[in-house]
């Protein structure tokens, strides 16, 4: 991105202007692309937006916040892609019907035990749905 074009989509995310992305930040953020997140989810974002660990999310780091946002928007496609009636929750039948497209497509960037994750949700009751921010809180990969 050109400095001027990283200043402006800085300035959206910091929204009191104090030239640091805090966790409310983030969070409102993530809210802005319709997710609910858990506070322990805005931590690891901001954990790993922040690459020198001084607590606070600068303009040097922006960089990471811009590609761990495409990590999540990309998810949520995925997510909205499995809930094919469009309900907000993905069924077991859904996420079956999905599972091996996706780890086809995917596995080489998703795999490891985040497959377990998911089938274990449905463990027991196969009648339950998963939110879009349970599907992100297990597939997030967090290598920034
Ligand atoms: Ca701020
Ligand atoms: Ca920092």
Redesign the pocket.
């Known amino acids: 991105m050109a400095s001027s074009k990283v200043s402006k989509v800085f300035a959206e995310y ?9 966790a409310r ?1 983030i969070q409102a953020a993530l809210k802005s692309l319709d997710l609910n997140p858990s506070q322990r989810f805005v931590e690891r974002v901001q954990s790993k937006a922040d690459a020198n660990g001084d607590g606070k999310v600068t303009k040097e780091e922006f960089g990471r916040v811009v590609a761990i946002f495409e990590e999540i928007k990309e998810l949520r496609k995925v997510f909205q892609e499995n809930d094919q009636d469009a309900s907000g929750g993905m069924s077991f039948e859904e996420m079956k019907k999905k599972a091996v497209t996706f780890y086809t497509t995917h596995g080489d960037k998703y795999g490891g035990g985040r497959a377990m994750q998911v089938m274990n949700h449905y463990a027991g009751d196969k009648s339950k749905q998963m939110s879009v921010d349970q599907f992100l809180d297990i597939m997030f990969k967090d290598s920034f």
Do not use: A, K, W
């Open positions: 910091d929204r009191n202007g104090d030239g640091t992305i805090d930040e």
